[in-house]
């Protein structure tokens, strides 16, 4: 998962850095494993930082303040194909045709044959393993197809349309056309999200994309609506705005994990509030730890697991009619651990985040709520964590399914083994991760809890609750096969880890 913005000032003299370094600390939530943001100045010169890291680390003010022009576009990182070394950072950039940048949000199923069309028929050479740069490249290469020596938007739609013929799986992207305009996509099921949106200044108006519309309205963008599945949207540099659905007949289907997990709660997405989204998740999981207890309800406490899950867990307090507390306390400058890249890393830093007050813990049966449970190393050392803190019982509530599939469409969970329900009942759940009960939400609850808000959305993506992928390419054959590859790029990060780990033995011995 990844957070991409683009802007155009209606000021050609305005920078547009101040406010894409803005954007960028307001998506930091989607991925920290690098950021980066490219600019076009006067004559369509392009400038550029980039690099791994949280956005503040990344960007220096000597280097914002080198990024000039009123347009650009940005993009915070959260691998889910590719390494995560420095050369994977985005946004990306081909000088022929016209100078394109590149940003996305999302995940190809079709990449290996992507890969074979730009090498054998294209010609066009692919530098990373990031499916990115091949959205990026098969752009170029329906662009370069024109043989203008300028391009206008009917040439840039054509060449989306096809784009959206040639690539499966969900993406959002936006792109920069350098000297020309800002451009944004969605892919025909809606699966990744991204918003658009105007701000009135003096000059005209300025346009703004994002992956969230906490972003466009903290900037002081007004009118912002989501981009269709399906659509591009083209916002020149003289700011004529032009939008037209390329891809008709496709169902769409938000990935709702969105509306559990990822998104910021004070974002809206295809018109649904996250925050009433959750509220009402909390609303039904409630009801369906109601059915698990019975009249043997038991439970003191109802403490959430910082941040996602609280405002669930609240809305599930109420309706259960039992007391909410905030068990722990969150250290605010350790990142979120699902997505850190490594298992270790995520496990190692649990502790580091959370610290249990044994004051809401000692002698209590509790009812911690978390928005999921995926791999359930996290889940477990939080059970530890209250059972150490002196809690008589703890039960666990997930705002989502059982997760059983990976994810293929831009969420980091590519193995089945991996994951912790998969292949295991509730039951079996529980004693995995050493909770004296797990209740999980319905999923026909969890669909209901979101599409209420509006009823015009009738399916989301719940592949990894349900097996059942949108795009209709996805396979066991297709999955073996990715399954494989993080099998080998596992073995990789373990054999530079332990690379390290000798490299820093054999220091400390001859010191």
């Known amino acids: 998962m990844c957070g991409i913005s683009a802007l155009i000032l209606a000021d050609q003299s305005a920078s547009a850095c101040p406010d894409l370094f803005e954007s960028l600390g307001l998506l930091q939530h989607r991925g920290q494993d690098a950021a980066g943001i490219v600019t076009s100045g006067p004559k369509g010169r392009l400038y550029q930082c980039k690099g791994n890291g949280m956005v503040n680390d990344v960007f220096e003010q000597l280097q914002l303040a080198r990024l000039v022009g009123s347009i650009g576009i940005g993009h915070v990182r959260y691998p889910t194909a590719g390494s995560s070394s420095t050369s994977e950072a985005q946004p990306f950039y081909v000088n022929s045709p016209y100078g394109i940048t ?8 079709n990449a290996d044959e992507l890969r074979v069309y730009l090498d054998k028929i294209a010609h066009r050479h692919i530098n990373t393993d990031s499916d990115s740069e091949l959205l990026l490249n098969i752009l170029a290469n329906n662009l370069q197809k024109t043989g203008k020596f300028r391009v206008n938007e009917e040439d840039i739609f054509t060449a989306i349309k096809d784009l959206h013929q040639q690539c499966r799986g969900g993406y ?42 906490v972003v466009l309205e903290s900037l002081g963008f007004t009118d912002f609506e989501d981009v269709k599945p399906g659509e591009a949207v083209i916002v020149t540099q003289g700011g004529n705005v032009s939008r037209r659905v390329l ?66 867990a609240l809305q599930l307090s109420r309706r259960l009619n039992i007391v909410y507390r905030e068990g722990f306390n969150k250290n605010r400058y350790v990142g979120r651990t699902f997505i850190m890249p490594g298992q270790q890393t995520r496990r190692k830093n649990v502790r580091r985040k959370l610290n249990a007050m044994a004051l809401e813990f000692h002698g209590k049966n509790v009812l911690l709520v978390d928005d999921s449970i995926v791999r359930g190393t996290t889940s477990k050392e939080i059970i530890q964590m209250a ?52 209740i999980y939400q319905d999923l026909k609850d969890l669909v209901e809890s979101v599409r209420r808000f509006n009823p015009l959305i009738e399916k989301f993506d719940t592949s990894v609750f349900d097996n059942c992928y949108v795009t209709g390419d996805v396979d066991e054959k297709y999955l073996s096969h990715l399954e494989g590859e993080r099998s080998e790029e596992s073995n990789s990060r373990l054999s ?16």
Not at 270 to 299: C, N, P, Q, T
Not at 401 to 426: F, K, S
């Open 247 to 312: 891809v008709t007949g496709k169902e769409a289907t938000p990935c709702i994990f969105e509306f559990v997990y990822f998104a910021r709660q004070d974002s809206i997405m295809d018109g649904i509030s996250i925050y009433k989204a959750r509220l009402s998740m909390g609303e039904a999981l409630a009801e369906k730890v109601k059915k698990s207890f019975g009249d043997a309800m038991d439970i003191n406490v109802v403490i959430p697991v910082p941040d996602t899950s609280r405002v669930a």
């Open 172 to 213: 959002a992207c936006v792109a920069m056309i350098a000297g020309y305009g800002i451009i944004g996509i969605r892919d025909p099921h809606g699966i990744r999200p991204l918003i658009m949106g105007r701000r009135k200044n003096p000059a005209g108006f300025d346009y703004m994309f994002s992956s969230e519309s």
């Open 102 to 109: 590149f940003a996305h949000n999302g995940n190809l199923t």
């Open 496 to 511: 530079i880890d332990s690379d390290c780990v000798g490299l820093y033995n054999n220091y400390q011995q001859n010191k």
């Open 387 to 438: 059972r150490d803190a002196g809690a008589k019982k703890v039960y666990f509530a997930s705002c989502a399914p059982p997760i059983r599939y990976p994810n293929v469409y831009g969420i980091d969970m590519p193995t089945r083994q991996e994951l912790v329900a998969h292949g295991r009942n509730e039951k079996q759940v529980a004693e995995e991760i050493n909770a004296d009960k797990v």
